[in-house]
């Protein structure tokens, strides 16, 4: 309420202000209504500023600067060069004024975010938790898809950023010669398309390169290192470099994993038996996400669902594996085919009757 109205009363002095002064010869009532729409403007533009970071500020001041330095150089430059263009020359040199400085405004705002701040001490240190918001894409998660995903259900914040080798290597693929690389180059590209045009988003492509630096997975790991960010990956051995260089890593694989169900022996699960196991009365099943489930017992029950009991959890580097029995005498079969649950329990004693009708 109290800013509301030092904005009301600010309104009011420069229309106050423009009424009584009558800017440009106009007369009172047109100035002050010019001084309303004056002052309202910079309500607005005060009220966009403060939701811009102090990263962004900093970077559109900077660039700002550096443009009128520049359009002040060129203007001394063009006064010498066009010492007799008459009104042409102070019209080239307002353009020129207006120009860099807008450019320098924009891209300077556009790379604020980029700035590390924690550089400069503890003068900026409510800032310094914003470093870690940036995360790099490498050219495996883009190709996998999954991170499209992860980003439409809110789980990542911040600005995603692609660096401009990676768009080059993604390009070679999908103009590689080899249909299959072709077909994941092209995914890859749809995915940033995808992923650019979601709005709660910020997607960022940088052209810091490392000429010196071959491999991309060594430049991504010295981009994160200048720019103290995250690198996004499903690349086990690039997880595994950049956590010795100290490079924090986000594994697609990781989460996955971390997603998948919890399950704990002497529980029972619902299962649709697919195929025969390599042991001798093997069944193997697999879950929603992907997790192997071997049965034992379960080699006569292919393509029915069935419960079973799990035995044991095995964790691997690969993922996760469960193990589990099925026994006729107190698991379910659901025959999947008709739809009817139904609890069999064949009797020895009546297939022996059957048999000696027979």
């Known amino acids: ?33 010019v001084g309303v729409i004056a002052g309202a403007g910079v309500i607005v533009f005060e009220m966009r500023v403060r939701n811009i970071s102090l990263k962004k500020l900093i970077g559109a001041a900077i660039g700002s600067l550096l443009g009128i330095l520049g359009a002040y150089l060129i203007s001394l430059v063009l006064g010498h060069a066009l010492p007799g263009a008459g009104n042409t020359l102070p019209f080239l040199q307002i353009v020129l004024l207006a120009w860099m400085t807008y450019c320098g405004l924009v891209v300077g705002a556009a790379k604020g975010d980029m700035l590390n701040l924690s550089a400069l001490g503890g ?27 992860i980003v439409e259900t809110g789980f990542v914040d911040g600005a995603l950023v692609i660096p401009q080798f990676v768009l080059h290597e993604l390009q070679m693929v999908a103009d590689s010669a080899d249909s299959m690389k072709r077909n994941r180059g092209r995914r890859g590209l749809d995915i940033l398309q995808r992923i650019q045009k979601m ?28 720019y103290n960010c995250k690198i996004v990956t499903n690349d086990f051995n690039l997880n595994k470099v950049a956590q010795l260089h100290g490079v924090e890593v986000l594994n697609i694989n990781e989460l996955a994993n971390s997603m998948r169900p919890v399950v704990l022996p002497g529980e ?85 009757a059957s048999g000696s009708a027979v």
């Open 268 to 352: 029972l699960m619902r299962v649709f038996i697919l195929k025969e196991g390599k042991e001798f009365n093997q069944g193997v099943a697999y879950l929603d996400d992907g997790t192997m489930v071997v049965v034992d017992n379960a080699r006569k029950m292919i393509s029915k669902t069935i419960d079973i009991a799990v035995t044991s959890v095995l964790q691997t580097t690969a993922g996760k594996m469960i193990f589990g029995r099925f026994d006729d005498r107190v698991h379910a079969i659901h025959d999947k085919d008709r739809g009817v649950h139904e609890k069999e329990r064949p009797s020895r004693e009546h297939a022996q």
């Open 199 to 226: 709005p709660q988003l910020t997607v960022q492509i940088v052209e810091e390169d490392f000429p010196n630096v071959k491999e991309v997975d060594m430049k991504l790991i010295e981009l994160a290192k200048v």
């Open 1 to 33: 309420m109290d800013l509301l109205f030092i904005r009301l009363l600010f309104v009011a002095v420069v229309a106050s202000a423009a009424f009584f002064l009558r800017p440009f010869d106009l007369s009172q009532p047109l100035a002050g209504v």
């Open 123 to 149: 003068l900026f240190g409510g800032e310094v938790s914003s470093k870690t918001s940036f995360k790099i894409l490498d050219t495996s998660v883009i190709i996998d898809g999954r991170i499209a995903d």
